[in-house]
């Protein structure tokens, strides 16, 4: 029986500007334990000062509309709307003066991680079936159970289980395997046709994309469910099993390796039990939402372990450009969470749309640091 764990952790923070009322602040917030977040100076950011913020600003005031009503959210929302759109020099003086940096650190105290990338890809599809389009993305089935323990179990209260009945038991709910190549398990509840299976396996590795009909309608569809296995990259089995060296590992070359290897291929993928689930969103959608509920911003979003990092939260990215020795630090916003986003020092960047986008994300496997900026809870100097 498998489950996905969902938790939260609110901190409060610090900082300073010219532009802002001139009065001694309060120190740094210290959190106990250190880890995985340590509170540090603005000097303490490498990269910040020559960072251009003010995309990063606005990329947090849609974030605001999720959070903006939370307690320790409230004040620099609201100021963050006092900001000009596209002044730097203004954008960097709100962040250091309504927030203080917390760098991110793993359980072993070291501060270095991995940063992936993910993209929104578009493929060919159908409403229905035929001949050239035979793979289908499933809505969220009637039979998938979401229990939440906390009622029964509450030290289990961020855990969810999911599964189906079997007569009057809770089994696992049906893997990868089962649902493509057994009995058609979820027959009925097809949501669209795709014409190719390893576009439509990267298509739940991303969890959104742009489906392009024959009449030129593009749909989009997101993450709904997810069938409560845990995820197994294919990539790490493919450098196991020394079928591709850590310098060839991309989403493109995997992705040459399934077609060139068609049997080897589906069952590789198989070996990934983790399935998602779709929703067709509105019309007229440009960008998928994240976990926030708020839609990505291209370049601006990151998906998060919001163990670690809330979402919603600016954080600081000091990485580099996919395959690259190019330095990539910028200021991010936490709006989106994944399967395989897991630990403290650990984000994916969101691209954008198309195959420019996809181009870079299906590269994107670099090491970075991550400073997580969090409001600091000065209410009595805020008024002033």
Known sequence: MQYLMVSLILLGLTGCSTLYPQQELP????????EPLLAVAWDQVPGWRESTPSAGLETFIYSCQAIGRKTEWALPCAEALSVPAADEQRARQFFEYYF???QVRNED?????????YYVPELNGSRTRSERYQYPLYRQPDDLLIVDLKEIYPD?????LRGRLE????VPYYDRSEIDNGGRPLEGNELLWVEDPVDLFFLHIQGSGRIRL????????????QNGHLYKSIGKLLLERKAMTRSQMSMQNIRLWVEQNPEAGQKLLDENPSYVFFRELEAGVESPPGALGIPLTAERSIAVDRRTVPLGAPVFLSTTWPSSEKPLRRLMV???TGGAIKGQVRADFFWGMGDDAGALAGRMKQTGRMWVLLPRPFEETAQD
């Open 27 to 34: 120190p740094p917030v210290s959190i106990e334990p250190v």
């Open 100 to 102: 203080i940096p917390h």
């Open 109 to 117: 105290g070291s501060e270095q991680g991995t940063i992936t990338g």
């Open 156 to 160: 289990l209260a961020h855990m969810r």
């Open 167 to 170: 007569g009057n038991r809770v």
């Open 214 to 225: 024959d009449d030129g309608e593009l749909v989009m569809v997101n993450y709904a469910n």
């Open 334 to 336: 936490a709006q989106d």
